[in-house]
């Protein structure tokens, strides 16, 4: 009875846990950027950005500082969120859209 109940919970999980995880691999996006330094939350700046070479500019949720170096080029693995980084001169409703990082690595 035991090993019927453990196998019902392997196969939910393979079932449902991992088509999950490659759906967010397929959000995966990938692309040259640069760090940008744009000043300090605190005095109106928006920190640490991420550049990528056609000019959008994301703020990373999880940017390391080893990587808080301005004008470093690097080549990053992303996914697009849909919330905003509120900083500067912002618009209500407006800011910087973020990404999380899943790679980073120096040029």
């Given at each position: ?78 996914y697009l969120l849909t919330t905003k980084f ?22």
């Open positions: 009875m035991k090993n019927i109940s453990s196998f019902k919970t392997i196969l939910f999980l393979l079932l449902f846990a991992i088509p999950v995880s490659c759906k967010k691999d397929a959000n995966l996006l990938t692309a040259n950027a640069t760090i940008i330094d744009t000043g300090s939350v605190a005095v109106d700046g928006c920190g640490w950005l991420i550049k990528l070479n056609d000019s959008t500019t994301y703020e990373a949720t999880n940017l390391s500082a080893d990587y808080q170096k301005n004008n470093l080029q690097v080549n990053i693995s992303y509120q900083c500067g001169d912002s618009p209500p409703g407006g800011g910087i859209t973020q990404i999380e990082l899943k790679s980073i690595k120096s040029m």
